[in-house]
């Protein structure tokens, strides 16, 4: 790695963490969709099966429909080791602390195709 490529991504943790006027506060927003991301797609997988008895094949994989650090919206994908697609629809308000990961709050829908399969205002140790 050059000292370039690395100066970067130095440069922009400095600005985040001394809190640099609009850098620093675009970092912490950007900082704290990429946690809700995280945590949704590993608190999402594990609800989706333990709700509904339905074994994902492989991860869900989210995307951010909103940068609000209020209300970030997401929409998972993933498919059942049977095939059917799941589709996991997200309203993410709140998220555990990384020290414990272990819960995320908000809207969730779980669908089949048509069919909901759950709603929650909680995923995961809640």
Do not use: H, Y
């Amino acid at each position: 790695m050059t000292r370039a490529s690395i100066a970067l991504p130095v440069a922009v943790a400095l600005l985040a963490l001394t809190g640099c006027g609009e850098v620093g506060q675009a970092a912490k927003e950007g900082f704290e969709i990429g946690k809700r991301q995280g945590m949704l797609q590993v608190a999402g997988a594990e609800a989706i099966e333990q709700r509904t008895g339905i074994p994902l094949k492989g991860d869900l994989s989210c995307d951010v429909e909103n940068e609000d650090p209020s209300a970030t919206a997401f929409t998972c994908r993933g498919a059942a080791e049977d095939g059917r697609e799941i589709t996991l629809i997200a309203i993410v308000t709140s998220t555990a602390p990384l020290s414990r990961s272990d819960w995320v709050r908000g809207e969730f829908v779980v669908r089949s195709g048509e069919e909901e399969l759950f709603r929650a205002d909680c995923l995961g140790n809640c």
